[in-house]
Antibody, heavy 122, light 107 residues
Framework: EVQLLESGGTLVQPGGSLRLSCAAS????????MSWVRQAPGKGLEWVSA????????YYADSVKGRFTISRDNSMNTLSLQMNSLRAEDTAVYYC???????????????WGQGTLVTVSS | IVMTQSPATLSVSPGERATLSCRAS??????LAWYQQKPGQAPRLLIY???TRATGIPARFSGSGSGTEFTLSISSLQSEDFAVYYC??????????FGGGTKVEIK
C-alpha cells in the first residue's frame, strides 16, 4: 500500500520561509514523478509544482515560480518543497501526490498524502 | 486554461443518478481526470483519460466527453458518494488546472 506522509506545515510570518517534506513508502519512489497540490481553506485544488522521477526536471505554477523549489531524494524516498517569500495567499493544506506513470509523467495523480497545513499570518 | 464545473451544488436523493459537468476553455482532448474529496480527506482519483476508471473505483462511476465538454455520472448514489468532485485537465503542461468543484449533497 502506497503511503505518503507530509510534514513541516506550521504558522509562519509573511516573508518567511518553510520547508515541507513528504515521506513515501510502499512504492518504487524513484520510478514516479511527484507533485505538490494545495488547497486554501474552503477552496478548490491548485497544482503547485512537479518533479520528474529522476529529479532532473522541475515545473512550477506561475503563482509560486521563483519563490518555491521542489526537490527529491530518491535514496531516502523523500519529496521536499522549499517555500520562500511566503504570502498570505500561500495559506493552504499542501498535499504531495504521486503520478502513476512509470518514469514518465501522466500528469494526473493516483495517490495523495493527507496534507500538511501552512498558515502565513502575522 | 480555465476549467468550469457545474452546478456548484447538486442535491440528489440516495439511489438516484447524478450528472456533473466540466467545461474547458480550450480543448484538452481526453486528458481529463475526476477526483472525489470528502471533508477532511485527501482527493481520490476516480477517472482518468476522461472515461477510464481508476483502480478500485466502482462501476457506478462513469466519465464521458472529449475536447471541451465532459461529464461524470454516478448511477444510483450511495451514502458514501456524497462529497465534492473536481475535474482536472492535464493536456496543457505545466499549466495543470482543476475545476472549482461540484458538491453532491443529500436531498
Amino acid at each position: 500500500e502506497v503511503q505518503l506522509l507530509e510534514s513541516g506545515g506550521t504558522l509562519v510570518q509573511p516573508g518567511g520561509s518553510l520547508r515541507l517534506s513528504c515521506a513515501a513508502s510502499g512504492l518504487t519512489f524513484s520510478s514516479h514523478a511527484m507533485s505538490w497540490v494545495r488547497q486554501a481553506p474552503g477552496k478548490g485544488l491548485e497544482w503547485v509544482s512537479a518533479i520528474s522521477a529522476s529529479g532532473g526536471s522541475t515545473y512550477y505554477a506561475d503563482s509560486v515560480k521563483g519563490r518555491f523549489t521542489i526537490s527529491r531524494d530518491n535514496s531516502m524516498n523523500t519529496l521536499s518543497l522549499q517555500m520562500n517569500s511566503l504570502r498570505a495567499e500561500d495559506t493552504a493544506v499542501y498535499y504531495c501526490a504521486k503520478d502513476p506513470g512509470i518514469t514518465g509523467m501522466t500528469r494526473h495523480f493516483d495517490d495523495w498524502g493527507q496534507g500538511t497545513l501552512v498558515t502565513v499570518s502575522s | 486554461i480555465v476549467m468550469t464545473q457545474s452546478p456548484a451544488t447538486l442535491s440528489v436523493s440516495p439511489g438516484e443518478r447524478a450528472t456533473l459537468s466540466c467545461r474547458a476553455s480550450q480543448t484538452v482532448s481526453s486528458n481529463l481526470a475526476w477526483y472525489q474529496q470528502k471533508p477532511g480527506q485527501a482527493p481520490r482519483l476516480l477517472i482518468y483519460g476522461a472515461s477510464t476508471r481508476a483502480t478500485g473505483i466502482p462501476a457506478r462511476f462513469s466519465g464521458s466527453g472529449s475536447g471541451t465538454e465532459f461529464t461524470l455520472s454516478i448511477s444510483s448514489l450511495q451514502s458514501e458518494d456524497f462529497a465534492v468532485y473536481y475535474c482536472q485537465q492535464y493536456n496543457y503542461w505545466p499549466a495543470l488546472a482543476f475545476g472549482g468543484g461540484t458538491k453532491v449533497e443529500i436531498k
